[in-house]
């Protein structure tokens, strides 16, 4: 079979850099889909450029330009989901964080400014010239679309996938040629709690229903307890290694999915090398732009729907701060609304917020950790509600599950304080009493 020729648009890392220009922006994909070889030497044309834009989030590489102090004058990363290079970054005063919720994350961007080059990363050109951007396109055909200079780095490491991420050769600038891995996400090994959290939304869970699990312990404990059910489907923005051991296993079929029937659809893969192996040419699997799979018109029309997130902090009312502590941005907004408000707007939907009752923190006085409730009286000063109290459904700690949707005030105080862990309980009746928050308090 002959190779479509595309030595036309091959150029090298060099000549990219080449093209940045004092005050760009530069875009490119997220975790996984970071252009990897441009971005480990961006720091080298530091001292020609000053105030470039760098549009990056989920990052899991520490590259030089974000974590080196030398490089902060030169690069601003705007960022919707810090990670720890992104936190480094931002402890440098190097990044700031761009609010928005995960279906928006390019829509919204683009009405501000749209980037002057979008470098992302591709599976290579087929026998006819067509590439798929791979394992993510939560905004990165959107921002593509809307780049000036169109730039992919082609991976024969990067899976072909199938999805609305599909472009011709023609379509972009310029291609470089590179062999790196994507990232691996070490699949978790979730413990105890997550194994008590895992079972107890497990329960709620029925055959047939399509599921949008979030990213960690808690998420991948639940994805465990799953082995079982029957015909699970999946809508999510995040496919996970325990997803795909949920099919191969025959537990997802997707066929019961009233949309994308037979079909998960998500909007990133980011998990173990036998996870990308898996996906690789899988008709099963669409990775779909998010403002598709976090829609919460699209995600509605699957019946059964299911989401399942998790929160640094709940007060008792109900609002979940997920994304930050205190006021200082921790991680993101991500897709924690959208996906709660597709659950609950479809038919028999569910949406679960789950968390460890407590946390071990540094005290700032003495320095010692010490431990914490995770859920309060009142959020930290300055925390960022990522979901308000009147999206919440349903909450759950290791020491239960509750239901609060539709319920007033006092009613939440109580249910949520039932699932805090014992030794706090008191406290957070009282602190509710104190605040005018409720009007009568239990002596426990
Ligand atoms: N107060 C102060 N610190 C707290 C805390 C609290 N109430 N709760 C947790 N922490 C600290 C932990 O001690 C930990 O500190 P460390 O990094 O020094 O160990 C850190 O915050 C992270 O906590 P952890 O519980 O380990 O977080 P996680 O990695 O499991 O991520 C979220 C949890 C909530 C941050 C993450 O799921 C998120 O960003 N969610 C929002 C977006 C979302 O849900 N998107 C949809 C699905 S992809």
């Excluded at 026998?127 to 939560?138: P, Q």
């Excluded at 291609?175 to 329960?203: C, F, R, T």
Aim: proline share 5%; aromatic share 8%; hydrophobic share 35%.
């Amino acid at each position: 079979m002959e190779k479509y020729d595309y030595s036309d648009k091959l150029i090298t890392v060099d000549d990219a850099l080449k093209m940045v220009k004092s005050g760009d922006e530069i875009a490119t994909g997220l975790a996984i889909g970071v252009a990897k070889g441009f971005m480990s030497q961006l720091h080298t044309i530091a001292d020609k450029v000053t105030d470039v834009r760098v549009n990056a989030s989920l990052c899991i590489e520490p590259y030089e330009f974000l974590v080196n102090p030398r490089y902060s004058k030169s690069f601003m990363t705007e960022t919707w989901f810090l990670t720890p290079p992104l936190r480094k970054a931002r402890d440098l005063g190097a990044c700031s964080y761009m609010p928005c919720h995960l279906q928006y994350c390019a829509k919204k961007r683009v009405v501000y400014r749209t980037p002057d080059i979008f470098i992302g990363t591709a599976s290579m050109p087929d026998r006819n010239g067509f590439v798929t951007l791979s394992l993510s396109n939560s905004h990165e055909i959107e921002l593509l679309n809307a780049s000036k200079i169109k730039i992919l780095e082609i991976n024969p490491n990067y899976p072909a996938m199938y999805g609305d991420h599909l472009l011709h050769v023609r379509d972009v600038d310029y291609l470089i040629e590179q062999d790196y891995h994507p990232p691996v996400y070490p699949d978790s090994q979730p413990n105890e709690k997550d194994m008590i959290i895992g079972k107890l939304i497990a329960d709620k869970i029925n055959d047939g229903d399509c599921i949008q699990l979030g990213i960690g312990g808690i998420p991948d404990a639940v994805a465990a307890s799953l082995y079982g059910k029957k015909d699970l489907g999946v809508h999510t923005e995040l496919f996970t290694t325990g997803m795909m051991k949920l099919a191969k296993a025959g537990v997802i079929t997707n066929a019961k999915k009233n949309l994308n029937n037979h079909r998960a659809v998500t909007a990133f893969v980011m998990g173990t090398e036998e996870l990308y192996e898996y996906v690789t040419d899988n008709p099963s699997i669409m990775v779909c732009a998010s403002s598709y799979t976090n829609n919460p018109d699209i995600i509605r029309q699957n019946d059964n729907m299911v989401s399942i997130n998790t929160s640094l902090e709940v007060d008792v009312t109900g609002q979940c701060c997920s994304e930050s502590i205190g006021s200082k941005q921790f991680s993101g907004t991500g897709g924690q609304t959208d996906t709660a408000a597709g659950a609950q707007l479809s038919k028999n939907g569910k949406s679960f917020i789950a968390l460890y009752s407590t946390a071990m923190v540094k005290n700032p006085k003495t320095g010692e950790k010490e431990e914490i409730s995770k859920i309060v009286s009142q959020l930290k000063p300055g925390a960022i509600v990522s979901l308000t109290r009147n999206d919440l459904d349903y909450l759950v700690t290791e020491y239960g599950i509750v239901r609060v949707k539709g319920l007033s005030v006092a009613d939440r105080v109580e249910k949520i304080i039932s699932i805090a862990h014992p030794k706090f309980r008191q406290k957070l009746w009282d602190e509710a009493y104190e605040y005018g928050i409720i009007w009568h308090r239990p002596e426990l």
